[in-house]
């Protein structure tokens, strides 16, 4: 079962490699229950990644998919919350159709990451209704049970979802520690118990040939040895008003992401992308690649999500990302996920938008870094709206109308322009966006302009070029004010990249000449034969992004 399209040993897929993510509730309906599942995702496959996308068919040519997750679980975090790690919740289907999944996906040429959520378990996981049965079940300390302080809770930590992050449990008269919500009790991983059950859930997935792991909130795992108060700030909700150097980011994960990269490294090409929810982000997701580049592969860092329509911010977010990481470690990006606003309509600027998404996906897919893709992007989706009475997501519902949840960018994939956007032949667990009779996948397949192209197009040229996949990124410009330009340089090739974020014609002046050669034009947003250079400048047109090859 491993994969056809073989990379180099020196080439890891997952520095190579364009990754997507499919939230599988919302991707396919095969069986009408309204909710996507795995038959739903592997009859889409040749979307993704036909059999024939080396050799020019008209997929998005991705590489791996992230799949959210599939595991059993009461979803009350919709997967987030898995009573099983080692199955697949009948919503979904089962072992046997992941299995047929990760034959057909290999089949294609596309890896499966799939996402394991180890910070907690859901409350009906076996493990915890032993825990919580008495003071002396052998589990007990697989999770997180204190006495309280009088009356009081523990010590002073919030849960991310808003409340206490302690739930007292009447039965055995203790709190019981829960980071998200109280039906996500936190596990105890400084118990080797607890490792070693996990360092098994992570062999049963790469047995069954999964290529890799993507972490969810990992450096959440390991909690202060004392449980001691969070300093206090400022901010709006309880949450904010804490300092998380407590409850986050002990120094005791390095060593166990280290256990985990060796568990990893015993398989050939395997990799974990982790997600750190940290106080210092940029500067912690790079510490753990570890400084021996011995945690994890990729490391996310969401820097991009944050930032507004601005090049300068752009430039200076990813000036950041370079400076922070230790020597050797890989780069990945992201603009949108499950837990964020759809970065189309971040950056929505009426009938723009479109072209916006399209220096968005160029500035992604071309620098230096492994790209995540999140489900529809590129189409261009647009964030759903949710009715109040249709809300699913839980601290949606708690924060309405200050916060809306994260149900809009969890709305289904419009396939085409039937009933359900070709989702599923009943109504789906959330509403398809209201604009899917006109932007769905059919409709930009036939549109030899549209955003869905563009990305093909992209991915395309970076899979054919070394420079777009390994080379160095050298900064054209260090003080942007409209446009980014950039060189990317390997050994065999020099590309230059140049996104202009303005809605007018400008003209980006370059820092240095660039070197006198007969550049071409390999893709571009702008009906254009050849760059125009006047002395140091690029002529780009409004919101032009542009990649050029030397000849
Ligand atoms: C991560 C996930 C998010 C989930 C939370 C708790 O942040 O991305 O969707 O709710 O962890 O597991």
Known sequence: MTPKRKTAPDAPWWRDGVIYQVYPRSFADSNGDGVGDLPGLIAHLDYLAGADAASGDDSLGIDAIWLSPVYPSPMYDFGYDVSDYCGIDPLFGTLDDFDRLVKEAH????RIVM??????????????????????NPRRDWYIWRDGQGDRPPNNWQSVFGGPAWEWDERTAQYYLHLFLKEQPDLNWRNPAVQDAMWDVFRFWLDRGVDGFRLDVFNLYVKDAQLRDN????????YDRQIHIQDRDQPEMHPLLRDLRALLD?????????????????????????????ELNLSFNFDFTHQPWRARAFYDAIARWEAAL??????????????????ASRYAAGSNTDVRAKVAAALLLTIRGTPFLYYGEELAMRQGRIARAQIQDPPGKRYWPLYKGRDGCRTPMPWDDSPHAGFSINPPWLPVNADYRQRNVEAQRRDPDSVFHWYRRLIALRKASPALRRGDYVPLIRRPVHALAYLRVSPEQTLLVALNFASRPVLAVLDEPLPARDWQVLLSTADRPDLELLGNSLALAPYEACVLGMA
């Not at 089949?107 to 596309?110: A, K, S, Y």
């Not at 300093?231 to 309880?238: H, K, N, Q, S, V």
């Not at 015993?266 to 570890?290: H, L, W």
């Open 326 to 343: 230790p020597p050797g470690a890989w780069p990945c990006h992201v603009l949108s996920n499950h837990d964020v606003e759809r970065h």
């Open 115 to 136: 996402d394991l959520v180890l910070n907690h378990t859901s409350h009906q996981h076996p493990w915890f209704v032993e825990s919580r049965s008495s003071r002396d």
């Open 231 to 238: 300093p206090l700030r400022l901010g709006l909700r309880a």
């Open 107 to 110: 089949r294609r040429g596309i």
């Open 266 to 294: 015993d398989y050939p090409q395997r990799m974990a992308v982790g997600e750190t929810f940290s106080e210092e982000p940029v500067k912690m997701a790079a510490a753990y690649y570890g400084q021996q580049n011995d």
